[in-house]
């Protein structure tokens, strides 16, 4: 029997758990995106079109970026922007939870990447009817999927990470584990 190496636990984990909403002390609210990404998305679009979409989208590479998300209260209807809390050691599992993400094959976003992101970092960007691998920390974790400006899809997807276990979630413009 081989040994498998277990991912190490980074120093500081990102979780949206503890996050609330400054104006009324909130915990549901809808993620937006990245701060900024409505703006760049309506810019691009109107100055360049459809084949502005495409550059853009591979400009949006990068992997493993941290940046303020923002945030629509669903109790006070207000939008806020906040960084990710960093977990607190009862958060963290004894051992790490995989997470397979499939990006199910769609005609409409064939030539568009999208970034995966897990409790505020973007993981990955992703094309069409792929499929990626990454591990999660702690318990309770928040995915969501912006497009290729940083504009979130309607709806994330909450899940409580078991130890040493393994979450499979399929994307296709919502997720469909629900």
């Known amino acids: 029997m081989e040994n498998q190496a277990v991912p190490r636990v980074p120093m500081q ?11 009324c002390g909130g ?10 990404a409505q703006a760049k998305a309506i810019g691009v679009g109107a100055a360049f079109g459809a084949i502005g979409a495409v550059v853009a989208a591979s400009m949006s ?6 940046a303020p998300i923002n945030f629509k209260c669903l109790g006070c209807k207000k939008k806020f922007e906040s960084l990710p809390h960093v977990a607190t050691a009862d958060e963290f599992l004894p051992t790490p939870c995989k997470i397979i993400f499939k990006r199910m094959n769609s005609f409409v976003g064939i030539a568009v990447s999208q970034a995966v992101w897990l409790n505020g970092i973007k993981i990955s960007p992703i094309g069409n009817d792929q499929t990626i691998e990454f591990f999660t920390y702690i318990k309770d974790n928040t995915l969501f999927v912006t497009d290729q400006f940083g504009v979130a899809f309607k709806e994330s997807y909450q899940f409580q990470a078991q130890p040493g276990g393994c979450v499979q979630v399929f994307f296709n413009r919502k997720f469909q584990n629900k």
């Open 13 to 23: 984990v990102p979780t949206f758990h503890h996050l609330r909403c400054p104006h």
């Open 61 to 66: 590479e990068n992997e493993f970026e941290l």
């Open 27 to 36: 915990d549901h609210f809808r993620i937006l995106g990245k701060k900024g």
